[in-house]
């Protein structure tokens, strides 16, 4: 005769699930906590949370200091892995909101370690970004990215990436040298936007703004096919004005 079987229940392992209860409990106090609050508010056996205490202090997760015991340098890793996830998915979102209202493709780059790294882009099926021909990271010179990222450096910094990355011509628009990109970059009002075209690819113009947290350059960009020029200008003021208001939390993009 056929019995009707019993709903599977996952193991759980008591040890750990003590633990995490201590960990919660560790986070909650930012001056850290002594043993027996923690037990208590865990609703642990002191013995046992003695225990799982020295455990998770040996592996970094709590440290005591005057008695009491605080977040490790493990816990805050596991912490700042979350951070880094929730920065990413706010910078996705925020590309894929401004792509969505103004029409076109939007970059976000920073200048980071001597080497310009596009963090994200949004784009769509019917507004394609630029295709990366030829590698970004030694084409700054040719395209408006690197150029907004270039005229944030000081000369130091500039000089030291023209000589890993000597400029070269990419196509018939693009800068001739050095002393030509120099002029450019020169010339280069603090905190406006930077408009090349067609120095990268052939029938695209692109627009990049910059952004600066601390030491570290950034820049928002857009870009639009060549037929399309005429709605750059009125793009990429849009683009500042929506910046704008996401200015004050722009930091979370330099840690990702």
Known sequence: MATAQSPVVPTLIGSVQRALRLLEAASSHVGGAPAKQLAREAGIPLPTAYHLLRTLSH???????????????????LGGGCAQQNQRRMIIDSLAHWRDIIGVP???????????EL????????????????????????????????????????????DRY????????????????????????????????????????????PITAGSTAGTMAIS?????????LYAVDRLRSEVGALLSSLAFSISI
């Open 59 to 77: 592996e970094g997760y709590l440290r005591r200091e005057n008695g009491v015991f605080v977040l490790g340098a493990a816990a805050e890793r």
């Open 106 to 116: 939007v970059y976000f780059a920073l200048y980071r370690e001597g080497e310009v």
């Open 119 to 162: 963090v994200s882009v949004a784009d769509t099926p019917s507004s394609p970004a630029v295709e990366e021909w030829a590698d970004f990271r030694e084409t700054a010179h040719a395209h408006a990215i690197g150029q907004c990222l270039l005229s944030q450096l000081d000369e130091k910094s500039r000089q030291d990436h023209l």
């Open 166 to 209: 000597p400029v070269r011509a990419i196509t018939p628009y693009t800068v001739r040298d050095n002393r030509a990109l120099r002029q450019r970059l020169s010339s280069t009002e603090r905190m406006q936007p930077v408009v090349e075209r067609q120095e990268y690819a052939l029938g695209t113009v692109c627009a990049a703004i």
């Open 224 to 232: 639009l096919p060549l037929h399309q020029e005429e709605r750059l």
